[in-house]
């Protein structure tokens, strides 16, 4: 693990959080917010889709959180020639459009957990922004379970006022 923090020392931020450029093509992923499931969810897409996905080579955790070790992905960045969504002209904004739709066809169409539960890959807790903005939320045995609960409503402790003003439609 020590040569893992070298490298980060030498490394350079990228615009992702927690991703960090190293040398000879390489990238790390080092935070304590990421899950141990995230590399082995990368692999799984990786090999389950034509989507371009880094290749995952190492997974170490510390006391600082999960370190992974991936390759570049092939390509350019998508602004490395100047060009933004902005400055596209409407051909390019429809093949970049076709392209993330094919992506999230994929994506969609890779299958559900046999077992029904909602949960994140291999079964583990996983990020709901809604509930939790920074951690992770445990499975939830079925759908209809993750539906019935209430997500980001005031507790009948709450003001009346409020209460009266988050029930307005």
Not at 10 to 37: D, Q
Not at 127 to 155: K, N, W
Request: proline fraction near 6%; charged fraction near 15%; charge should be negative.
């Amino acid at each position: 693990m020590a040569i893992y923090h070298i490298f980060l020392q030498m490394s350079n931020e990228t615009s992702s959080s927690h991703v960090y450029r190293l040398y000879f093509g390489l990238y790390t992923k080092y935070s304590p917010f990421v899950s141990a499931a995230e590399p082995f969810a990368t692999q799984y897409v990786s090999l389950n889709t034509t989507i371009p996905i880094p290749t995952v080579l190492d997974v170490c955790k510390d006391s600082g959180g999960i370190f992974f070790l991936m390759t570049k992905v092939p390509g350019q960045f998508f602004s490395a020639d100047g060009v933004t969504l902005h400055s596209m002209t409407d051909e390019q904004v429809f093949v970049f459009s076709e392209i993330l739709c094919g992506w999230f066809a994929q994506l969609r169409a890779l299958p559900p957990p046999s077992d029904g539960r909602v949960s994140g890959f291999m079964g583990t807790s996983f990020h709901y922004a809604r509930v939790d903005l920074f951690g992770h939320i445990d499975p939830f045995d079925s759908m209809d379970a993750f539906h019935e609960q209430f997500f980001y409503t005031l507790p009948s402790t709450s003001d009346a006022a409020m209460q009266s003003l988050a029930t307005q439609t």
